[in-house]
């Protein structure tokens, strides 16, 4: 019999803004028309499995602090069975149709790759019949080739060609894994793949190298008959001292010099943007410039710290103005996004969790509607349009048709008169941000 570890709770609802219930949606409404779509058709949140059911609440100074009933086995196959009931009786509770996974946080990873391996057949044998009775599916699969020890130096990247091998083994079984199990969607993320020291660093070999990497991950997964977006998850760095994936226009061009740009996109986390010093709107669109806004992992960080912290996000200002951008660009081409946040150290209790993807997904929901209303209610955009009006008509409009020379420039330039100063009416752009919230 399945145990029921989140006791007391029932299935969260959308109750609107007026609501005093804390375990209910005041903004996230699935079925809700925005911009054209439903609220879920535009974000299908995703549960995170590491940061949810594995995280236990340590960091570098101090053990756990989460205790989870589902962990107390010893025995790992039934541990992870354990582990996958509480995770689809929470997916259940909040309402949420997806979820994400690292190969071994679906289960501890064995001595051996063939011990490995079975494990993981194992457990996917035991979440796709989890799937079947909830109806949840998997947004996206990815291998965690960054915290076993070998991986130090690096998986794909790595100077050893054994690592690499055993990487591409990983790789192939997470794969494996996300085709079993319906994924629609899969990730790489460099989380060593870069340098702690150039001094001993072959940069151009081991990007060349990554790219035969995923060259070859691409054909294999075609070849088994996946269908879906493979994304790359910029991150400038931590673990590495830089990562390869320094950001979005670093991972576009990485992926056009190597002829990858029309099977990856990007999943664009908001604390990585913080770290490589821009803004989460700003990855978004850069991403959306290329056709190449695919996902999100939705989290923040703590901006007093210069490092990824992961919280849940609540900021509305922030989401707000980066779905303006997700608007403009259409949204998401094939991802989702997915609550990439653990709870704080000191949250300690079941519920916690709810709280946490509740805020989160409300933050969104939020961000959306203030966006829509921006959009089509203010004159936020023709005030952008405004700005840019010289270029729809007349010479401007040649220019951008690419029917002028420099010189055609020139004799512009000679025979204007005074250029006249045009505001950028930056101020009365974030006034009306304000105004929406």
Same mark, same amino acid.
């Given at each position: 019999?399945?145990?029921?570890?989140?006791?007391?709770?029932?299935?969260?609802?959308?109750?609107?803004?007026?609501?005093?219930?804390?375990?209910?949606?005041?903004?996230?409404?699935?079925?809700?028309?925005?911009?054209?779509?439903?609220?879920?058709?535009?974000?299908?949140? &995703?549960?995170?499995?590491?940061?949810?059911?594995?995280?236990?609440?340590?960091?570098?100074?101090?053990?756990?602090?989460?205790?989870?009933?589902?962990?107390?086995?010893?025995?790992?196959?039934?541990?992870?069975?354990?582990?996958?009931?509480?995770?689809?009786?929470?997916?259940?509770?909040?309402?949420?149709?997806?979820?994400?996974?690292?190969?071994?946080?679906?289960? &501890?990873?064995?001595?051996?790759?063939?011990?490995?391996?079975?494990?993981?057949?194992?457990?996917?044998?035991?979440?796709?019949? $989890?799937?079947?009775?909830? $109806?949840?599916?998997?947004?996206?699969?990815?291998?965690?080739?960054?915290?076993?020890?070998?991986?130090?130096?690096?998986?794909?990247?790595?100077?050893?060609?054994?690592?690499? &091998?055993?990487?591409?083994?990983?790789?192939?079984?997470?794969?494996?894994?996300?085709?079993?199990?319906?994924?629609?969607?899969?990730?790489?993320?460099?989380?060593?793949?870069?340098?702690?020291?150039? *001094?001993?660093?072959?940069?151009?070999?081991?990007?060349?190298?990554?790219?035969?990497?995923?060259?070859?991950?691409?054909?294999?997964?075609?070849?088994?008959?996946?269908?879906?977006?493979?994304?790359?998850?910029?991150?400038?760095?931590?673990?590495?001292?830089?990562?390869?994936?320094?950001?979005?226009?670093?991972?576009?061009?990485?992926?056009?010099?190597?002829?990858?740009?029309?099977?990856?996109?990007?999943?664009?986390?908001?604390?990585?943007?913080?770290?490589?010093?821009?803004?989460?709107?700003?990855?978004?669109?850069?991403?959306?410039?290329?056709?190449?806004?695919?996902?999100?992992?939705?989290?923040?960080?703590?901006?007093?710290?210069?490092?990824?912290?992961?919280?849940?996000?609540?900021?509305?200002?922030?989401? &707000?103005?980066?779905?303006?951008?997700?608007?403009?660009?259409?949204?998401?081409?094939?991802?989702?996004?997915?609550?990439?946040?653990?709870?704080?150290?000191?949250?300690?209790? *079941?519920?916690?969790?709810?709280?946490?993807?509740?805020?989160?997904?409300?933050?969104?929901?939020?961000?959306?509607?203030?966006?829509?209303?921006?959009?089509?209610?203010?004159?936020?955009?023709?005030?952008?349009?405004?700005?840019?009006?010289?270029?729809?008509?007349?010479?401007?409009?040649?220019?951008?048709?690419?029917?002028?020379?420099?010189?055609?420039?020139?004799?512009?330039?000679?025979?204007?008169?005074?250029?006249?100063?045009?505001?950028?009416?930056?101020?009365?752009?974030?006034?009306?941000?304000?105004?929406?919230?």
């Amino acid at each position: 019999m399945v145990s029921e570890y989140y006791k007391g709770i029932k299935k969260i609802q959308y109750e609107g803004p007026e609501s005093d219930n804390p375990l209910s949606f005041k903004f996230y409404d699935p079925d809700k028309i925005i911009a054209g779509k439903k609220m879920s058709d535009h974000f299908k949140f &995703a549960i995170a499995y590491w940061h949810s059911f594995c995280n236990n609440g340590s960091d570098p100074f101090g053990k756990g602090t989460l205790k989870f009933e589902w962990n107390d086995s010893r025995d790992p196959i039934q541990a992870a069975k354990n582990k996958a009931d509480a995770e689809f009786e929470f997916l259940t509770k909040i309402g949420f149709e997806y979820f994400c996974f690292h190969d071994f946080d679906l289960i &501890a990873e064995g001595q051996t790759l063939s011990e490995s391996e079975k494990r993981v057949e194992k457990i996917s044998d035991y979440i796709k019949e $989890k799937q079947k009775e909830t $109806k949840k599916k998997l947004l996206w699969g990815t291998a965690n080739c960054f915290t076993n020890p070998r991986y130090m130096n690096g998986a794909a990247t790595n100077p050893d060609f054994k690592v690499v &091998a055993r990487a591409g083994a990983q790789v192939k079984i997470a794969l494996d894994t996300t085709i079993k199990l319906g994924g629609e969607n899969y990730v790489f993320w460099g989380g060593r793949e870069g340098y702690i020291s150039l *001094l001993n660093t072959d940069m151009g070999r081991e990007l060349d190298h990554m790219a035969r990497f995923l060259t070859m991950a691409r054909d294999y997964a075609r070849s088994q008959g996946f269908k879906g977006t493979f994304f790359i998850e910029p991150k400038p760095m931590e673990p590495s001292k830089h990562q390869y994936d320094f950001d979005a226009a670093t991972s576009i061009g990485f992926l056009k010099k190597y002829g990858l740009e029309n099977d990856f996109k990007l999943n664009i986390e908001v604390n990585h943007a913080t770290l490589a010093l821009h803004t989460f709107e700003h990855e978004l669109a850069v991403a959306g410039c290329e056709n190449m806004l695919g996902s999100i992992d939705a989290n923040r960080g703590d901006y007093q710290n210069g490092w990824d912290t992961d919280q849940f996000p609540n900021n509305i200002q922030e989401v &707000a103005v980066a779905m303006l951008v997700f608007l403009k660009y259409g949204g998401l081409q094939g991802g989702g996004v997915n609550f990439d946040a653990k709870l704080r150290r000191n949250s300690t209790d *079941l519920e916690d969790l709810f709280h946490a993807h509740i805020g989160g997904a409300d933050t969104f929901a939020r961000g959306l509607i203030v966006a829509d209303k921006i959009l089509n209610d203010s004159n936020f955009s023709s005030t952008i349009n405004k700005r840019y009006s010289s270029f729809d008509s007349g010479d401007g409009k040649k220019f951008e048709n690419g029917n002028l020379s420099l010189g055609d420039l020139f004799q512009i330039a000679k025979n204007s008169k005074n250029i006249e100063k045009i505001s950028g009416k930056t101020e009365f752009l974030e006034n009306i941000i304000n105004n929406y919230i």
